[in-house]
């Protein structure tokens, strides 16, 4: 939480100055009504116009410099808050951009994205009130407080008991509609999930021409909805008549009692009438305090959640360049590994070595730990026990940038970002010809599709790829990470939208026109991996077989159930 | 605007007496409020001075007070509840109304949104309905009475100093408005940015980890901190420009506040004929309506603003529910016992006219026979599932079933005589047993078993944590393998005549794969299937292949008379199986 103070720091000057001017304008504001029982005192007790024309020009005078405080505080305010925010934010994404893959999965990405944007602005907006009103409204309390002891101490017992009599119920109401409200949320979530869940499922459900049973299970969410509201509604609609009522009665009271001061003479008229006033004035700026509180506490909520990603250690990073001298590009020496929430090893002792060019394919059942094996080679991950080399040194002592500046990676997930199919293809080297672009969509399959755009490379792309299909989506994705020929190059299983027959010209193409390159690929299919120099059969987190298909064949039995299963398939149609 | 809104009362119909007795409670909460300084200021003329007060009027009065003050709470409270009543029982039933449209628009129309935006048209835009319309039209009402019982109060204190006032409340207006009108450009501006920082921030740090992988960051960063940094600018512009609002208004208000006294001050010395004789107290309450005058057009500029949003919202509400509906048709032949014959008739079909798809395309299939779809990744081959369930409808051409034009029936028993089996599974958040239940409602829990024992399910549900109770969801963990063999059971338990079938391409484990391909065999059964085929064995065992390109069936035939034949589907196998 202190952490996030020093981006304040600049802005030091409008954290003193902005309250500073918007005290001024209330201390103006708090004159105002003695000027005005002056007026009526003096003026109208002495009948004297001119004093009454001063004074009358003085509450305006008074106004004009209190709106010139106040604008200097507002424009103080809205300059430190989105400073604050606009530094916060770009200091909150600097820090993201260092975590690690392990860093990333503590708060998961889609929760990275919400601190980054709606929790700093939750807290931007936390101090641009914070400057605005939290030193006025307390400031109005206590002063009008003040102001009316010091006209009648002792009728001023009545602002004592009426102010915390208020702040009571102020903080009865809040506490018991907050959890309300937050049960009203679950239920309107409930019912947002329920319109996606029929909308995806549209199909089946008319295909079971179930709409009715859909719509009555969603009448009763709603239901529940406008329930929950009402009743919310009902308590926390309590709070401004209670409020009113208990100001309103505290200005009887001292009407009654000051009637009593007026009678034996330590009161004026004027002075009850500015009695009355700050009455007033004291409930406004107590409603206007508790309004305070909530944005204060949500603020402070959203605080916590940025300064836990702070707290994330960056990724650790060595200084080593790649150099590509060493004969075995990747080694590993009885690696095992384990994800830092779950007990068990995702990897547990495996080794094998590969050498430039060649081609390493992995199988194994889902959650085998294929994938795995295949991150701890960009050093997304790190090995918890042994070693893991490139081109003969561990892959923890390179600079990380540079270390996956050889690598080209391709998810499972095929994503794609918002921009254009050039800007796509950029992603690992930003200064790509037009010829390396399409020479790698061309060994990606995907050159044919993007040429009949009439766009050509710059076809546009909208956000996540939408307007690609699925098959699209992954030959493009792979394309991305062929461009500038890495080094190494790892498909994680992602050519599963993809038909046989382009699975098939893709592996082609990456044998032909990638022969310098180290592959890696992952798959579920033996047909796709049967041709590498070297498959690993992953089962459990074990590398149960290493070797070429004809010595898995005969050595692995798992390899042979795998591939045996699907072999079946390719007999029937060789047989019939 | 106006028919919009009307329309969005419509719905509040029901609701009248909600929307009378609201009126009833402000009018006497306000109006008592309203009179709470008219008595102060009675009271404050009781005690004019050392022994000149009068107790026993005092008394009287404080009373009074003291009730009225409680009566205009209690009022305004009960004022609340009826709003809240209004608005939320308003909402739900606009909001079970557009999902209701939901469940009979044609499929064309869904496909069309994405998902997220018909969402967000339940869900949020009903709620700035809710926020802006229904409970700002009470604020704009009990606001404009707070203004109009203000002034008549003041009128009936002292109409010339009240004219002075009326006089004034323009200067109010055109502050509020000229700010709103520098700040709407600057506002509107921030509102983009913050937009384009967020899809900025979503696809970026959303995707972290490929950011990572690529060495993309700094790139990213710098992208990011170019929008942050004007979004920074911009952002303190708007803000500042909308946070003149209040002290601005608290100006006027102060202005008005200053002629009020000193006109009333004049006119209590007799300085000037103009105003007229006035007491301390009517000046006290007079100054009290002239402190609380100017709030509500505050109130009231805000809900316009309000208005604004909720109009649009509702405009994207009444869209949908202005969609043309799938006619009723319950008037239609029931499908009874579909022997599980079928033939397409001449249909031609596309999405867009000017894309043309299927083209005069016929096809007869008797009872039991199965038929495979091949084509290359995105041929198009859902047009035909679309087609068989009445998702869609034929441009020109018909399907018959059971030999009759498939629209003679009901659109409802036409479909319960299709199992369908999508590769892109369907979980709803329910129970094992509900989720396989989903066509069969009122099946036993001994049927649901012997379904999934059937498809080989039964296996891995017995080993989840509460076996057939436990609850799942979309994505509560389960295996996309896993996920399809439920929803494979749920077919086998409806007993389909003919089914639709999707085999899978996507990474589903060895073992399950196998097993679906197993409980697909035992389905197909003696039914009438049609399987978008991606195995060799599947496609070679069927009776009839059709072959798609590019959405249109290029060829049909058996795997024999395709392969002798040497065209597409020829080359297709050819490379498919060559080593």
Redesign the interface.
């Given at each position: 939480m202190k952490k996030l103070l020093k981006y304040l720091k600049n802005y030091k000057k409008e954290l003193v100055f902005g309250p500073f001017f918007k005290l001024l304008?209330a201390v103006f504001e708090l004159i105002?009504p003695v000027v005005?029982a002056k007026?009526?005192d003096n003026?109208?007790g002495n009948?004297?116009?001119g004093y009454?024309?001063r004074?009358?020009g003085l509450?305006?005078l008074?106004?004009?410099c209190?709106?010139g405080f106040?604008?200097t505080c507002?424009?103080l305010?809205?300059?430190c808050?989105?400073?604050f925010?606009?530094e916060l934010?770009?200091a909150l994404?600097?820090h993201?951009?260092t975590?690690s893959?392990s860093g990333?999965d503590k708060v998961g990405?889609?929760s990275?994205?919400n601190r980054?944007?709606n929790d700093t602005n939750t807290v931007q907006n936390g101090v641009?009130m914070f400057i605005?009103l939290a030193v006025r409204a307390p400031f109005l309390v206590i002063g009008a407080a003040v102001m009316a002891v010091m006209i009648d101490a002792k009728l001023a017992m009545i602002f004592f008991i009426a102010a915390p009599l208020i702040s009571l119920v102020i903080f009865i109401i809040m506490r018991k509609t907050v959890p309300m409200y937050r049960k009203a949320q679950q239920k309107?979530d409930r019912?947002?999930?329920l319109?996606?869940?029929?909308?995806?499922?549209?199909?089946?459900?008319?295909?079971?021409?179930?709409?009715q049973?859909?719509?009555d299970e969603?009448?009763e969410a709603?239901?529940d909805?406008?329930d929950c509201?009402?009743a919310v509604?009902?308590i926390s609609?309590?709070l401004?008549?209670?409020a009113?009522?208990v100001m309103?009665?505290g200005?009887?009271a001292i009407?009654?009692f000051?009637?009593?001061r007026?009678?034996?003479?330590r009161l004026?008229?004027?002075e009850?009438?500015a009695f009355?006033?700050y009455m007033?004035q004291i409930l406004l700026a107590l409603v206007v305090l508790a309004n305070l509180i909530v944005i204060f506490t949500k603020a402070f909520a959203s605080a916590n959640r940025v300064s836990e990603v702070f707290a994330i250690e960056p990724e650790e990073d060595g200084t080593a360049q790649v150099s590509g001298d060493s004969e075995n590009i990747l080694e590993f020496r009885n690696v095992s590994f384990a994800y830092e929430a779950a007990g068990d090893s995702s990897v547990s002792g495996v080794s094998f070595t590969l050498k430039k060019g060649e081609m390493l394919g992995i199988i194994g059942?889902?959650?085998s730990g294929k994938s795995t094996l295949a991150r701890l080679i960009?050093c997304?991950y790190r090995a918890t026990e042994g070693e893991v080399l490139v081109s003969g040194r561990n892959v923890q002592e390179y600079s990380l940038?540079d270390l996956?500046?050889h690598?080209g990676?391709v998810?499972?997930k095929a994503?794609l970002?918002?921009g254009t199919v050039r800007s796509n293809m950029t992603?690992?080297k930003?200064d790509a010809s037009d010829e390396e672009v399409i020479s790698a969509l061309k060994t990606a399959q995907s050159w044919e599709f993007v040429s009949q755009k009439p766009e050509g490379l710059d076809a546009p792309v909208s956000?996540?790829g939408?307007n690609f299909?699925?098959?699209?989506k992954q030959r493009l994705s792979i394309a991305?990470a062929l461009v500038g020929k890495p080094d190494i190059l790892i498909l994680d299983?992602s050519t599963?939208?993809?038909?046989?027959?382009?699975d098939?010209?893709l592996r082609k193409a990456l044998k032909s026109d990638m022969a310098e390159t180290t592959v890696i690929m992952i798959s579920?299919r033996t047909t796709s991996i049967?041709d590498a120099d070297r498959i690993i059969v992953m089962d459990e987190g074990q590398a149960v077989g290493i070797g070429t298909h004809e010595e898995l064949l005969e050595s692995c039995p798992v390899y042979r159930e795998?591939y045996c299963?699907?072999m079946?398939?390719?007999e029937?149609?060789?047989n019939? | 605007m106006l028919k919009t809104l009307k329309r969005v009362f419509s719905y509040a119909k029901p609701y009248m007496r909600y929307f009378v007795l609201t009126v009833i409670f402000a009018a006497a909460g306000i109006s008592l409020?309203l009179a709470?300084p008219v008595f102060?200021g009675e009271?404050?003329d009781?005690?004019?001075?050392?022994?000149?007060?009068d107790?026993e009027r005092?008394?009287k009065?404080?009373t009074a007070?003291?009730a009225m003050?409680?009566f205009?709470?209690?009022f305004?409270?009960l004022m609340?509840?009826c709003t809240?009543?209004l608005a939320?029982?308003t909402?739900?039933d606009l909001?079970?109304d557009i999902?209701?449209k939901?469940?009979?628009v044609p499929?064309r129309y869904?496909d069309g949104h994405?998902?997220?935006e018909?969402?967000s048209r339940?869900?949020n835009d009903i709620?700035i309905i809710s926020d802006g319309l229904l409970q700002g039209f009470t604020q704009f009402f009990s606001g404009v009475m707070t203004i109009l019982g203000t002034l008549i109060f003041m009128m009936t204190i002292n109409v010339k100093i009240a004219l002075v006032v009326v006089l004034m409340t323009p200067l109010s207006f055109i502050a509020a408005s000229r700010i709103t009108k520098a700040s709407h450009d600057s506002y509107m501006a921030q509102s983009r940015l913050r937009g384009d920082?967020?899809?900025l921030?979503?696809?970026m740090?959303?995707?972290?980890?490929?950011?990572?992988?690529?060495?993309?960051?700094d790139?990213?960063?710098e992208r990011?901190?170019e929008i942050?940094?004007e979004?920074?600018?911009i952002?303190?512009?708007a803000?500042?420009f909308s946070?003149?609002t209040?002290?601005?208004t608290?100006?006027v208000n102060?202005?008005i506040?200053?002629?009020v006294?000193?006109l009333g001050?004049?006119g209590?010395?007799g300085?000037s004929s103009f105003v007229g004789a006035m007491s301390?107290?009517r000046?006290?309450s007079f100054?009290?309506y002239s402190?609380q005058y100017t709030k509500p057009f505050n109130e009231i500029s805000g809900v316009f603003a309000e208005l604004q949003n909720a109009v649009a919202s509702a405009g994207r509400v009444f869209d949908v529910l202005d969609e043309e509906e799938v006619p009723e048709d319950s008037d239609k032949a029931v499908l009874e016992n579909a022997s599980g014959q079928l033939s397409f008739r001449n249909v031609n079909f596309s999405y867009d006219p000017k894309v043309k798809l299927i083209q005069d395309f016929s096809l007869d299939v008797s009872p039991g026979q199965r038929v495979a779809i091949v084509g290359?990744?995105?041929c198009g081959k859902s047009t035909i599932?679309n087609l068989l369930?009445r998702?869609y409808d034929t441009d020109s051409g018909t399907i018959e079933v059971s030999g009759r034009d498939f629209t003679d029936y009901t659109?409802?028993?036409l479909?319960?005589a299709?199992g369908?089996v999508?590769q892109e599974t369907?979980i709803?958040?329910g129970t094992v047993e509900e989720n396989i239940a989903?066509?069969v409602?009122g099946a036993t829990r001994e049927q649901v078993i012997e379904a999934a024992r059937a498809v080989y399910a039964h296996g891995f549900i017995k080993r989840l944590p509460k076996g057939y109770d436990t609850v799942i969801s979309?994505d509560s963990g389960l295996?996309q393998?896993q996920k399809q063999l439920i929803c494979i059971a749920r077919i086998m338990l409806?007993s389909p005549p003919m089914l639709i079938l999707d085999e899978a391409?996507?990474?589903?484990?060895?073992?399950?794969e196998?097993r679906i391909q197993k409980a697909f065999t035992k389905l197909m059964e003696g039914r009438t299937s049609f399987i978008i085929a991606?195995?060799?064995?599947t496609i070679?065992n069927s009776d009839t292949i059709l072959v798609m390109k590019s959405g249109n069936v290029i060829e049909q035939g058996s795997?024999d008379e395709l392969m002798k034949k040497g065209g597409f589907y020829s080359q297709?196998y050819n490379?498919?199986?060559?080593?």
């Open positions: 304008e105002v005005m007026m009526i003026g109208i009948n004297d116009s009454i024309f004074m009358g509450i305006v008074l106004g004009v209190g709106l106040a604008l507002q424009y305010a809205a300059r808050a989105y400073g925010g606009t934010r770009e994404y600097r993201i951009n975590l893959y990333i990405t889609a990275l994205v980054l944007t641009n605005r309107l019912a947002s999930m319109t996606r869940e029929n909308l995806e499922g549209t199909r089946v459900i008319r295909a079971f021409s179930r709409q049973e859909e719509i969603f009448r709603v239901d909805i406008a509201s009402v509604g009902k609609a309590i401004n008549p209670v009113f009522m309103n009665l200005i009887a009407i009654w000051g009637g009593v007026i009678d034996s003479g004026t008229q004027g009850l009438t009355t006033n007033t059942g889902t959650g960009p997304f940038s996956r500046r690598i990676y998810p499972q994503v970002f918002s992603w690992r930003a956000q996540g939408k299909s699925g098959g699209q991305r299983d599963s939208a993809l038909d046989y027959a382009t098939l010209a579920q049967k795998i299963s699907q079946n398939e390719k029937d149609g060789k019939a | 409020s709470v102060i009271a404050v009781c005690c004019v001075g050392r022994g000149e007060v107790f005092l008394k009065i404080v007070l003291g003050v409680l205009s709470g209690l305004q409270w609340s509840l809240n009543k939320f029982l909402v739900r909001r079970a999902f209701n939901f469940e009979r499929l869904i994405t998902k997220g018909l969402t339940v869900i709620e920082m967020v899809a921030a979503e696809e740090a959303g995707n972290q980890k490929l950011v990572k992988a690529f060495v993309y960051d790139r990213a960063m990011f901190g942050n940094r979004y920074g600018r952002g303190t512009r803000t500042f946070s003149m209040n002290p601005t608290r100006f102060g202005l506040y200053a002629a006294g000193l001050s004049l209590a010395i300085y301390v107290g000046l006290s100054l009290a402190n290359p990744t995105g599932i369930l998702f659109r409802d028993s479909r319960s299709f369908m999508l369907w709803f958040t989903y066509g409602p979309e295996s393998g409806m391409t996507s990474s589903i484990d060895l073992r399950t196998h991606h195995r060799l064995s070679k795997h297709l490379s498919q199986f060559a080593t």
